[in-house]
């Protein structure tokens, strides 16, 4: 099959308070890695890097707002927002008043190859 799809609200929820959804296998993605996380309002997320894994990371807020520690920072967000992550960087996303939502995209670097001017 050429696709595949998921709906969010189907995906059983994982880890603290079940906000994150592990969508990469559900979908069959083999090329990076994939996930959904929900902050219910004024949740702390996990305080993480990827250095044992080496990726390095995308995570595109699509709702709500809330502050990112990262390397002992606090840096607010506000969707819709991306960041990107060294795998090396220590970061905690903590929720504001509404929660939010999130996408995390993550891939070893140097996988990519490049093609095009894009």
């Not at 979908?27 to 219910?40: H, I, K, S, T, Y």
């Not at 390397?71 to 220590?90: H, K, L, Q, S, Y």
Request: with cysteine; hydrophobic share 40%.
């Amino acid at each position: 099959m050429g696709y595949s799809m998921l709906k969010i609200d189907e995906v059983e929820g994982a880890g603290p308070g079940g906000a994150a959804k592990f969508l990469r296998r559900e979908l069959g993605v083999q090329a990076f890695g994939v996930n959904w996380f929900e902050l219910a309002p004024n949740m702390e997320g996990v305080e993480h890097d990827e250095v044992g894994t080496g990726q390095e990371e995308v995570n595109v807020i699509v709702r709500g707002s809330g502050v990112y520690r990262i390397d002992g920072e606090e840096v607010p967000f506000a969707a819709p927002m991306i960041f990107r992550f060294d795998p090396e960087t220590t970061r905690q996303p903590v929720a504001g008043p509404d929660g939010f939502a999130m996408v995390a995209i993550g891939a070893c670097r140097g996988s990519y190859e490049a093609h095009g001017p894009f």
